[in-house]
């Protein structure tokens, strides 16, 4: 087609920029096809990550005694702990980890109907979960009430 119209470049560099944007092109092109599996695992990292996030939490919370952890999602998450009648902060987290959090403790506690296990040196903890949304304010709260486990049986050889 450029041959015919007339038009055909007469120097190398017009030649070698036409080659740059048609490798550029199919370079782009190949990587738009890859889209879902990139995003696929930018989501399973973010999950990882959250997931140690709520590890870390639930590790500090057990360590300071708390009886129930609170999450208050607004514009950031505040993370609180109960100790002997009174909350404490332990830590607040930037409000795009909501994203990845909520799903996950619905997903651990399948849909709010179990606990959450968890286990720390050998000890089992369950952690049981209540989410409220606050009518007034956009503002989401999930209560962690702490209760050891019962340990789990070993067969005797």
């Given at each position: ?6 038009y ?11 080659g ?39 590790v ?10 609170r ?47 968890f286990?720390?040196?050998?000890d ?34």
């Open positions: 087609m450029l041959l015919t119209s007339g055909f470049p007469q120097n190398r560099a017009a030649l070698i920029g036409v740059m944007v048609g490798i550029a092109t199919w370079v782009g092109w190949t990587k738009w096809t890859n889209r879902p599996a990139i995003h696929q695992a930018i989501r399973e990292q973010e999950k990882e990550n959250t997931a140690r996030y709520l590890d870390s939490l639930l500090i919370a057990m360590s300071e005694g708390a009886s129930q952890v999450l208050r999602a607004g514009i950031g998450i505040q993370v609180d702990s109960l100790v002997n009648g009174e909350w404490h902060e332990l830590m607040r987290l930037p409000a795009f980890v909501w994203k990845t959090l909520r799903p996950l403790l619905i997903e651990k506690s399948r849909n709010w109907q179990r606990a959450i296990q286990e720390l040196n050998g089992r903890f369950d952690f049981w979960p209540e989410f409220a949304r606050e009518a007034e304010h956009p503002i989401e709260t999930v209560l962690l009430t702490l209760r050891q486990a019962p340990p789990i049986p070993r067969a005797t050889v």
